[in-house]
């Protein structure tokens, strides 16, 4: 099967209360907003003209969603929750001041290395698991 093998993480996400607001305090490049629908779900996302997040997308795409509906309440709860973000990036000094720009430091952990690398740790029921 073409695209098989080990599961990774590649791109992450950010929710934010006010898209055009954080779009002032993030790199260049992040994008600009678009409007999105499906079903009865409205949001708006930070979109590249290029596709591609920056720092190699080791950056995080930003969205803001409308109204009460957001899908995470749509989802029953397993007792999973994020519990830290791992980056290592050959930028790593400048992809945290860009993280630490948005409020995410407390979230991500950024530290250098030859590639990009993107890890999520969770707590579930059966003890902590990584991603990525």
């Known amino acids: 099967m073409e695209g098989a093998g080990a599961t990774r993480l590649t791109n992450w996400a950010v929710q934010t209360e006010d898209l055009d607001n ?7 490049g992040t994008g600009e907003p678009i ?3 499906r079903g009865d779900l409205r949001w708006q996302m930070a979109v590249p003209d290029n596709g591609r997040l920056p720092f190699d997308g ?8 409308y109204g009460d509906l957001h899908p995470c309440n749509q989802l029953t709860d397993v007792g999973c929750r994020l519990i830290q973000f791992y980056i290592t990036h050959p930028d790593a000094e400048n992809l945290q001041l860009a993280l630490a720009a948005c409020g995410l430091e407390d979230l991500v952990s950024v530290n250098q290395g030859p590639e990009k690398r993107v890890q999520a740790a969770f707590q579930t029921p059966s003890g902590v698991r990584y991603l990525g």
């Open 22 to 28: 954080t779009l002032h305090h993030v790199p260049p």
């Open 35 to 37: 409007n999105f629908a």
């Open 58 to 65: 080791a950056f995080p795409a930003i969205i803001q969603w």
